[in-house]
């Protein structure tokens, strides 16, 4: 394997490597290595121009192929994920070890991927823009309140207080500021055209340098099982370790007892592994997806309750999965699901993925990381789907509350209240927030991101779901239309009158101020004259 790098740190890490691996010819020169090297190691120490170091690399690639490429960063590198995933090299290791780098290596030359990106602390630079005006800039610094009150609210939850009503009045604090933004962006919209957002997540737009969030990514193969693989270990640790609310709205698996949402997100992941390699088998057609999601959500259901558990329920003993499976309607769908094929395709039939505009092999980081927060939006908002089921058989089954509600739930007042919100949130969805959505063409994702379930915002059109709106719903969407067809002619009449008042002010009322202080002036004048 060719090796670039300084002489003295290059000649020491080529030591290391072959005194550890004695089967391994590492040269510093091309002369050095029988025939062309089976893999290519660049250690970067700076980053000076990132149009540059894509040309080397691409010129690397193109002359070294098929070897795969490494890039070795240091711990401080002043280029976001996104322009480091960009490059197209098979690997990128920031920071670690001897054993990450040997064992990175051995992953490439089996033909796969490896990504370890460690996080960034560093402050973003600032954006250069135009003059604010009055509305812009009560907007910006608005949001920038919100976004700060947020900040604090959410640090004083991690971890969550042991007071349960110190917990609840932080995280009503917290809805009750994302609620304050959405609506601030709403009515003040349109005076933010031409000014960068920072507040709003998008899937196309991840963290910037300044931000940068640690990536592992490694992958076996470059096929779609790898791929899954690689998705399907990532989720299940992302559960494991535990996560928390970041929506910034109720989610009705908050109800349930840490253990027992753990188990069911974890038995979603478990039952989804089973229908794609089901589908993978027999060669199923991806459209009957739609039609498995109910025995799928039954089978995590059951082993979520646990299918020999047994309490009481009017005097006798059930068993708890038996008698949820017959009162659940596990049937329902979520209209907000994007299209499965979107998932399903590369992950059965590595097909490509489109990712800003760019068709990408499902091996990539950047596709795998779409996919992966495709994967992560259906496991919550199914869960989400059998959590509201779960309550409602909590609702008339007490003794079932304190086997899957947390202590808090345990009060039939506490439920209905929960429930009553959840309802209220579900139709005000439905009815407001959705019609904007699909007249905006965003889709709402939620994905497991840090230990966090956190909203991210997908630019798609949807013109064939506006067009399936009922009545109210329509309305909903022409007000906004019709806020944004208006807007102008306000903004224009607004300045207008500003420029009008400045004219009163400053010509007319100036100047018979400045008459009146004359002739004041020139008869204090004459008198003083006349003493």
Known sequence: MLLLAPEPFGESLALQLTSRMPGWNVGLKVEQLRGSPSMVIWSIDALLSL????????QLQERWQPAPLLLLLPETFGASRDQLLALGAEGLLQGGGLTDLTSSIETLLSGGRVVRLQSSSEPSRPTSSSAMGLGQWLLVSGLQQISHDLQVIEAMLQPPPEAGLLRFLLEGR????????????????????????????????????GDREPTAITLRQRNAVAVWDSIHDRLDQAVKAGLSNGTGRLLAIEALQTERRRELLLALLQQLDQLLDRLRRQELDPDCWNDLQPELRRQALTEMAGSYVRIPRDGSLLPVAAALLDDADLTDVDEDLPDPIGMLAPLLADQPVLVNGQLLPADDPRALLQLETLVSNWLVRTAELIGAELLEAC???????????????????????????????????????????LYESRRLLFELRDGRIEPRLLTEPRDEELNQLGWW??????????????????????????????????????????????????????????G
């Open 51 to 58: 149009p540059a170091l894509q040309q080397e690399v691409r």
């Open 174 to 209: 917290c809805r009750e500021l994302n609620q304050a933004r959405a609506l601030l962006l709403w009515l003040w919209g349109p005076l933010q055209m031409g000014l960068e957002d920072p507040f709003v997540n998008s899937i196309e737009s991840r963290p910037s340098s």
């Open 395 to 437: 609702g008339g089954w007490p003794e079932l509350r304190r086997y899957l509600l947390g202590e808090r739930l345990l009060a039939t007042r506490e439920l209905d209240r929960l429930r009553n919100q959840l309802n209220s949130q579900l139709r005000w969805a439905d009815w407001v927030e959705r019609p904007i959505q």
């Open 473 to 530: 719903q329509r309305q909903v969407a022409l007000l906004l239309e019709t806020r944004d067809a208006l807007a102008p002619q306000v903004q224009i009449v607004i300045q207008r009158l500003g420029d009008l008042a400045v004219v009163l002010l400053t010509r007319v009322l100036g100047r018979a101020i400045g008459l009146i202080g004359r002739g004041i002036a020139q008869g204090m004048g004459r008198g003083l004259g006349r």
